[in-house]
């Protein structure tokens, strides 16, 4: 699971419906995406892997997040505010 909450970095306002990509590390593959909700949040399974996260907002340069691994040990991962 791959979760957080998008925010603007200076006004730390809720940022909807800005668009939530996850990535393979390995082949620079889209796995799936979604959708902000109104208050930010987002929320996304996937399976056991390495992944990286592409962020979009119009309006906002892209963020993309440092790689990460979920497993069974560590199997969700919360994208840092």
Do not use: C, H, M
Not at 58 to 66: C, Q
């Amino acid at each position: 699971l791959v979760k957080g909450v998008l925010v603007d970095s200076a006004t730390s306002g809720p940022l909807a419906f800005g668009s939530v990509q996850v990535w393979q590390v390995a082949n620079n593959q889209l796995v799936t995406g979604a959708i902000s909700g109104e208050d930010g949040a987002f929320s996304v399974k996937v399976p056991f892997g390495e992944y990286f996260l592409l962020i979009e907002y119009i309006g906002y340069v892209a963020y993309r997040s440092a790689p990460f691994a979920l497993s069974k040990e560590r199997p969700t991962y919360e994208l840092p505010r």
